[in-house]
């Protein structure tokens, strides 16, 4: 594959960007890539494992030269960050992020943006329970989505350059509105996230079934719940309050669809419970033949590599 | 490993049952194994994959002479199946059964156990999404725990032998009272389960975003329930009936803490979140320590034998 970028900086060395770095050095995509974390732990552990071919002590110093800059910070640091690197930018270069939220990182980040420079959100729908400088692995983004969700005017060179990034990491690219993006994420992401964490929360509080057993039978259902409700506490926190409108709707109808359900059971209704359960049934086989998952046991996870 | 039942009858040809077959020929655990189905489609499948040494066309054919008679029906299914098979059973013999629930399991099949019959209900905490004949594989046991819940009087030495059979399949075993059990199964599989079909119905039901950009998007958190949510429809349907009270008990203390969070989301509190977040994470390390799950990306799921 031939090099998309000269310079790369990441900013914030977790899984997505840690993942990014791997992915980009094993495609040949881009030149040197500089990356910055605020905690100096964090960089310290990066340098040792030689993540990034240079690690910066400071978010300009990382930014400085570079032709695409991605934020890849939780999503409630990004206007804060871009404020602090802005000066440093490169004029013609490209800001790009990966949050999970789109309308508010578009808000927060924008005004900071300098004229010349490009900003392009973005958003890789990938991802694992793990987080940290050294959870990244080159094939995360492997066969996943990447959406692509221009502001108004962004440039068509541009936008197809980052396009290319992606697509050289392994990812399929869309182009997605970010109102849209938002409720589409709220429902494939953000509500079920927060109702694994809330069925792991009960399950730690019930007095009467102790933490050791809930650990102990977790198997088959509550085992998937908690891997999911082991995701990086101040991401999901930013999550859950920049995508606030799109979360509380979809949370409202599941509600509503739970209380039917609910009532099923109660009065022992139980058509409605299989009718219920056969259409779910349907739309799982949608999503293996959609090529999202896998129908072998082991759910086509491989073993990553760096 | 040594033969520990002469003759072993599997009611009920789907998953668990087929699994069973696998597991115990392949560690010499049973002489003859037969099988018998409600459906012909089904008895027709497992004759022609091998599955049982004899599939019988009734079920008194199949317990008769049996040591051990297991029922792998739905739990609703199992009174009626009780009824039927009761006048074939062998003085001495032992009938035991996989159901997700225990309470209603005694109440409906103990009445027809006729005396001299020993009858020892017991979970086995391992499953998969698929179901039908087709779906068994050997190791769905290995590791994983089986639940005997004796009730008043069982045989010490009829429990010890079932306990022997469970463990020569790779499963670890443990004793629980049926009340008990109902009430860990309904937190750590019964409520996560219906929450899981909740969710996937919203997804499929919201107009603004389409069941194929739910399919498509559905990387990290939906999708791995939709894999819950696609299990046998009739089995949870029946889990759910007889299981009322605790299921019901545990989906009110879930809404109650969902709403918490959701006011939380609502009024921008982002510390409970954080705080919330970070408490569940510490649950999924406790499983990885306990052994049920891995920490591996593949999460420890391994291919099926037969």
Redesign the interface.
Known sequence: MSQVYDRVALIGLGLIASSMYWAMKRAGLAGEVTGYARSEATRDTARRIGLCDRVCDSVTEAVEGADLVVLCVPV?AMGAVAAEMAPALKPGATVSDVGSVKRDVISTVAPHIPEGVHFIPAHP??????SGPESG?AELFAN??L?IVPTEGSDPEAVARLRALWEGMGANVEEMDPD?HD???A????????????????????R??T?????????????????????D??M???V??TN?DA??E??G???E??FA??RA??T?D?DL??D??????A?????IE?G??TD????G????TR
């Open positions: 409630g729908l990938a991802g694992t329970e793990h692995f996943r989505w959406l849209h409720l589409v994420l429902v494939t992401s953000h509500t079920p996230h927060l109702i694994a964490y809330t069925m792991v929360g009960v399950a730690d509080d019930l009467r079934v933490d050791s057993e809930v650990i102990k039978y977790s198997a088959a259902g509550f085992r998937d719940f908690t891997r999911i409700a082991a995701s506490p101040t999901w926190r930013d859950f309050l606030k979360t509380l979809i949370l109808r599941f509600t669809e739970l359900l609910q059971i109660r022992g139980g419970l299989h219920y359960f056969t259409r779910t049934r739309i799982r086989r949608g999503i959609a999202q998952d072998a046991p082991d759910f996870r491989v073993k990553g």
